[in-house]
């Protein structure tokens, strides 16, 4: 597999790795998480992971055979929760789906602010990862994206969504990627403290996604 040259990371730490009071599997996947996004993966060490959380470099080997298993791990988690966070909120929202879809993007918007650099090292170093476990990783997101397309065909079919056309045509495919990548790179800039909440953030991108596919208003 060729892999892409280092770039320039995108962001800097913002919280101190917590040395006490967490399981030490934990605590290795939160330096990860924090090293990676600071400096980029082919950079960081295990010496360097295991000083950033105050753990000797036996205790990773405990967990993870390889800094590759390392990768592989912080970003398959924090992809099947996101997965599972995604399934809850549709499922929690009823049979509309104007509800589906609003609640859908404001899972999947808060926890891209709330755990933005989570976000950014999934999705900057999975390019290091082998062919097999990139291959993984992709299904769960293709899994995410059918569950968007899903919620836009019924609402296509139900009268309840208007969306753009191309030649006459819808591509919900297409409308459903484009609503996924808008939403994953509020990760890219948004940072706590400015002025909107995450849950105010959430509930804009929701509206938007509604507006975006013509969605009728629930009291018709």
Known sequence: MTKRKTVRPLVAATTAIEREGRPPVEAIRSAAFQQFAERGYPVVTVRD?????????????????????????????????????????????????????????????????????????????????????VAEIRRSRRAIRDVLVGILSRGLERG????????????????AMALLDQCTHVSMWYGPGGRLSEDQMAALYAEMALRSVGAKSQTN
């Open 49 to 133: 992971i295991m000083k950033a959380c105050g753990l000797t470099q036996g205790a990773l080997y405990n967990h993870f055979r390889s800094k590759d298993e390392l990768l592989h791990d912080i970003i398959a988690s924090t992809q099947a929760e996101l997965e599972r966070l995604c399934l809850n909120a549709v499922t929690e929202a009823g049979d509309d789906p104007r509800a589906q879809l609003a609640a859908f993007v404001r899972a999947y918007v808060r926890r891209h602010c709330r755990l933005r650099v989570e976000a950014l090292v999934a999705n900057r170093e999975i390019g290091w990862l082998d062919d097999k476990r």
């Open 160 to 175: 309840l969504f208007s969306p753009p056309t191309i030649d006459g045509q819808e591509d919900l495919k297409v409308m």
